[in-house]
């Protein structure tokens, strides 16, 4: 007997349909009402640099002639290095430790790339100047500088910033603190100004404090600047390598063609084999690809060509989910005669085991690679990871949902029309 049709049921669904639309729209195109403006994904998400080009350094670390190389001279360096990279105000550089003495520069989007590597390779310079601008002591003479806390008068802790001379910097900082009491000494790195604290007395111990930063993180960034301004360790280029903008458009542009071009051929695959669940299934598809992006761009992640590979594999993992469920339901309406309500809400149960056990498989080998990778490898991991988890809860969750949703508008009822 047919059953009429449900016109609550079919005007959610139908609403549902356009509320996709739309926010499909505002995804890709962007919207603005009034003093509010949303832009669109593309804009909003970070990109490699094997995607918008730029330079690609590796910097290996020498000590100085009868100095070792430690640490904590690295990260000073890396400090000193990822300030001068921000200085050129592009955004999403990276500054990382490769081993033991070796440093790699990544500066995407950047135009003038000899400039960005004559800025790398100079020595910065670290100055403490006097109130009439004459230079008291540059980093050269500051053998070592931490973060710590002390006390004040009052017995509440304040994070400083310590500072230790050699034996020429201990004599100079002591002869200029005795001249500027009650004035301001001026630190400067690569000529920005990074603190000027106020002489209260004579120095000539050889150690200096610098008071006023808000946390100790402030306070360690800044120790490590001081630390890194002299740059305590020679640095040679191993390794130098620019990729145009020419290639990284074209490379972008590609992507963003095959990333299309995939998932229009996914849809038109479900739809032509599920019909009325191929359907349910390119509407959970879409939902999942725009709850990708969107937690790819709040999450910050830097896009790459390897990492738009993880996404694709991800959109067909969502779609195995599917084929899973739909074939468990065919075979619950074939072989056990059930009703098509029946038959989804078996074939559902019946598939969550297998569903499971593929993701969380593949879920692992995610994590190992992203732990145990680097660079490029673990920005595929991370896509794989983030879609195979979202790939689960559309599949699982959406879909079931948009059957039970359109079963009950009574749209269509023949068997024949879900593929079964």
């Known amino acids: 007997m047919k059953k009429q049709i449900d016109k609550k049921s079919t005007i959610g669904f139908f609403s549902f349909i356009a509320i996709l639309v739309f926010c499909m729209y505002v995804l890709f195109h962007g919207i603005s009402v009034g003093v509010y403006d949303i832009g669109n994904i593309k804009d909003n998400m970070h990109y490699g640099l094997d995607l918008t080009g730029g330079v690609n350094v590796v910097l290996q670390a020498k000590p100085y002639k009868g100095k070792k190389l430690t640490d904590s001279k690295m990260e000073g360096t890396i400090s000193a290095l990822k300030k001068r990279v921000d200085s050129l105000g592009v955004s999403e550089a990276t500054v990382t ?53 002390q006390k004040t008068s009052s017995g509440v802790e304040q994070p400083v910033v310590t500072l230790k001379f050699d034996a020429k910097g201990k004599k100079a900082f002591a002869e200029a603190t005795q001249k500027y009491i009650g004035q301001q000494i001026t630190i400067k790195l690569d000529n920005e100004v990074i603190s000027s604290p106020t002489v209260n007395q004579e120095i000539d111990d050889g150690e200096a404090v610098i008071e006023g930063s808000s946390d100790m993180d402030e306070a360690g960034n800044l120790a490590s600047l001081i630390r890194g301004g002299a740059l305590p360790v020679k640095l040679t280029t191993i390794q130098a390598s620019t990729v145009g903008p020419t290639l990284g458009a074209n490379s972008l542009n590609k992507s963003i063609f095959a990333s299309v071009i995939g998932v229009a051929a996914v849809l038109v695959f479900m739809l032509i084999f599920y019909r009325v669940l191929g359907i349910i299934a390119d509407l959970a598809l879409l939902i999942f690809v725009m709850l990708d992006l969107i937690v790819m761009s709040a999450m910050n992640v830097t896009l790459t060509l390897p990492g738009i590979a993880g996404m694709i594999l991800t959109v067909g993992m969502a779609v195995d989910a599917n084929v899973i469920i739909f074939e468990r339901i065919k075979e619950e309406s074939v072989n056990n005669g059930l009703s098509l309500y029946q038959s989804v809400g078996a074939g559902f149960k019946n598939a969550m085991r297998s569903i499971i056990d593929s993701n969380v498989t593949t879920l692992i080998a995610g994590f190992v690679l992203f732990f145990m990778g680097t660079g490029s490898a673990q920005g595929f991991a991370l896509t794989l990871i983030v879609g195979i988890i979202l790939s689960m809860l559309t599949a699982v969750v959406i879909t079931r949902q948009l059957i039970k949703l359109f079963l009950h508008t009574n749209l269509v009822q023949n068997p024949k029309y879900y593929g079964i």
């Open 97 to 149: 430790r490769q081993g033991n003495n070796r440093i790699r520069v990544q500066i995407p989007s950047i135009q003038n790339q000899q400039e960005a590597l004559d800025l790398i390779g100079r020595t910065a310079q670290l100055k403490f100047v006097g109130p009439d601008n004459k230079v008291i002591l540059t980093g050269t003479h500051v053998v070592d500088s931490k973060a710590v806390t």
